[in-house]
């Protein structure tokens, strides 16, 4: 079946620092991937996504690339700032599976002043 | 915009009785609702997909007689937890797609409930 890894956390950065949070998945075929975002309170938001091999997803500064021969989707944002501490989840959506989407486990990233 | 609620944000239940969980799509009509269980600092997990006029599809290891899912219109979805006990104490979450074959869900901010 589907499976998303992310790396454990919590992450702790000091602001304008660079962030790198690892994902690998595994599915068949070839899945679309995403990077939800949820901050403290609210629901979950789409941050970005790619739908096929070497796809670069893209928004608020942050990038993530689809490497299949990898099986990541890294998410990575050059300069942090205090108002990106929030929890990021990793998720993909099968070929065989809809719109059906498995999630990692999330990381919750704090980024202090 | 695309934007979800649900009703409501947090409730207490005593063991034994049963409690509705409403999600709504405010701007859009939503074709398929996913229900979702988020653990503490866990991930969240899929119950069951929920389109409309027809009967709900629970994931493996999801009890349907305990999870009544409910998609009465393309505006709403309701979940019932029945007879809660503390276990199913969580964090519920809904989300919406406009319609299948959009991948993009657009989530609800989700929904406290604490079984005493």
């Known amino acids: 079946g589907n499976s998303v890894t992310q790396m454990e956390g919590p992450v702790t950065l000091s602001e304008e620092a660079f962030l790198t949070i690892n994902c690998t998945y595994t599915a068949t075929g070839y899945p679309s991937l995403f990077w939800y975002v949820q901050y403290p309170g609210e629901g979950l938001q789409l941050l970005l996504k790619a739908t096929k091999a070497d796809d670069k997803g893209s928004n608020k500064g942050f990038e993530a690339t689809y490497r299949k021969e990898t099986t990541s989707f890294h998410l990575e944002k050059g300069s942090v700032q205090v108002s990106d501490s929030a929890v990021y989840f990793c998720?993909?959506?099968?070929?065989?599976?809809?719109?059906?989407?498995?999630f990692g486990e999330g990381t919750q990233l704090t980024v202090n002043p | 915009g695309a934007v979800v609620s649900q009703h409501p944000s947090w409730v207490i239940c005593k063991s034994g009785t049963s409690v509705k969980i409403e999600c709504r799509s405010l701007d859009f009509q939503a074709t398929t609702m996913f229900w979702y269980r988020q653990f503490p600092k866990q991930s969240l997990m899929l119950m069951a997909t929920?389109?409309?006029?027809?009967?709900?599809?629970?994931e493996q290891g999801v009890e349907k007689d305990k999870f009544l899912i409910n998609h009465a219109s393309l505006t709403l979805s309701t979940l019932t937890v029945t007879s809660a006990h503390p276990e199913d104490s969580s964090f519920y979450i809904c989300?919406?797609?406009?319609?299948?074959?959009?991948?993009?869900?657009?989530f609800g901010p989700g929904t406290r409930l604490t079984v005493t």
């Open positions: 929920s389109n409309e006029g027809s009967k709900a599809t629970y």
């Open positions: 989300s919406a797609i406009k319609r299948e074959g959009l991948y993009e869900q657009y």
């Open positions: 998720a993909l959506s099968g070929e065989t599976s809809g719109s059906r989407l498995t």
